[in-house]
């Protein structure tokens, strides 16, 4: 059954009064974020699908003309696969199952792949056989980025070299990629990045098939702009002519983040007010988690069908709807001071890891996904 559409969120608030949370995508807006990452970026533009692989998302994306995906698990190259006939999958996690590289490769086709270690760099030739898209992960500078994704993958300069060494030694075809951390506000991570590269691929004396630059394009919250997208592209176009890379070695880019997160609102309800304290059906164990996380600020606005709200506001405490007591958003937002029971309140830009990210811990889920006509998430565009 399709998802059922809506012209803006009032209507979808009258036409359901629904007590139970409702994610609400904006299809259009995601069409002009992929577009202006096609027109933009100086290179191929991959959709990371772990970000938000909701079908509305992925259908959107399609429409707007994204033909490669970023996949993490089987899982996600199956959903890819199964939805469309016309698009490639890249295998971008650094540590995959046998069964799974297995599967990738005889199953679904899978050409690219990512390592960060040479046992499993030996554990995917041994399964996958020669001839793949082998792409090095190199290791970035931290603390630049919300999500340092350094952390855990990437290989350091000299691993790099061995690596892509080895890669061309098992007749298999070369490749480099990173990932400067998502929520990225510094365009100049993305240069620092091309330093690494540059010096690992002189090093190793390998031209690589193509620089996947990875995500981290950073979004907006209702107390931070982030710098434009172009500013982004155009530090990544710099620094691949610093070094010669522009129109000789292609580029990738492969956002989450930066393409889906201002296209969504969580709609939730006040189940019960005590003084300043609202209990919604929706938290931090939910599709909320990334306040915590990622320490997101995302504008929030109430809406009340049975007559208007009040323009004072006070500040309120937002719990969750599960019995434990960390079920709480760590900071308090400003609402309106007669919001009650039976109000709806729309948490704006949470396009992003949130309900990719949900839990039905006590038994609370969202699972009503809807789509709202126009380009415009609401009153809440940053
Ligand atoms: C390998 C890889 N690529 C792309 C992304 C998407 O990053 P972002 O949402 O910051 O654009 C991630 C996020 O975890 C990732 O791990």
Redesign the pocket.
Known sequence: MPDPSFASVPDMLASLRPSYPVMCFWPERIAITARRFLNGFPGKVLY?V??NPHAIVLKAMHDAGIRDF?T?SLNEIALVNERFSDVSCYF??PVKSRAAIDSAVRVYGVNDF?VDHPSELKKLIDIAGPGHIIQVRLRTPGGVAT?D?SAKFGADEDAGVELLREVVARQSRPAVSF?VG??CRKASAYGKAFEIVARVLDRAGVTPEYINV????PVSDAEVKAPSLEEFFSQISESATRYGYLGKVPLLC?????MVADAASLITQVHLRKDNQLYLNEGIYGSLSEIVYGDLRPPLQAIRLRGPLSDEMRPFTLFGPTCDSNDVVPHQFALPKDISEGDWIEVGGVG??SNALQSSFNGFTTDTFVAIRGATPSALAL
């Open positions: 990371a772990k970000c970023d993490a971008n996690h990512v999500f994704l990932h998502s929520q990875g995500g981290g394009f492969e956002p989450g983040r930066g992003a890891y």
